[in-house]
């Protein structure tokens, strides 16, 4: 069992920064695979980004490439996404997601455990 907390969600002008952090329980946390993943309103959910369990390595899709950067402190069992240069298309709720395989890491019905979600609002 594996439970998520994600925080550092908030408002931000275009062109800042913001830091989502979740915080997980699972026992063996270096052994999760975890991603990032968010919804816009009357949007499905997207993936954002993903961390191996090592943080060896990471993957993010296209449009956040060079601006997000996500990470991972196996002692304090807490995985980050450092968001930069944000637009006002990165407004969605932000969600980690975490699993123990990493094939379809991409894609959300994969995974089995979520955090409630962060809202991260960009204003232009």
């Known amino acids: 069992q594996v439970q998520l907390v994600e925080s550092g969600g908030g408002l931000v002008q275009a062109g800042g920064s913001l830091r989502l952090s979740c915080a997980a329980s699972a026992r063996t946390f270096s052994s999760v695979f975890m991603a990032w993943f968010r919804q816009a309103p009357g949007k499905e959910r997207e993936f954002v980004a993903a961390?191996?369990?090592?943080?060896?390595?990471?993957s993010y899709t296209d449009s956040v490439k060079g601006r997000f950067t996500v990470s991972r402190d196996n002692a304090k069992n807490t995985v980050y996404l450092q968001m930069n240069s944000l637009k006002p298309e990165d407004t969605a709720v932000y969600y980690c997601?975490?699993?123990?395989?990493?094939?379809?890491?991409?894609?959300?019905?994969?995974?089995?455990?979520w955090g409630q979600g962060t809202q991260v609002t960009v204003s232009s």
């Open positions: 997601a975490a699993k123990y395989y990493t094939s379809s890491y991409s894609f959300p019905t994969t995974y089995s455990y």
């Open positions: 961390i191996s369990w090592g943080a060896g390595r990471t």
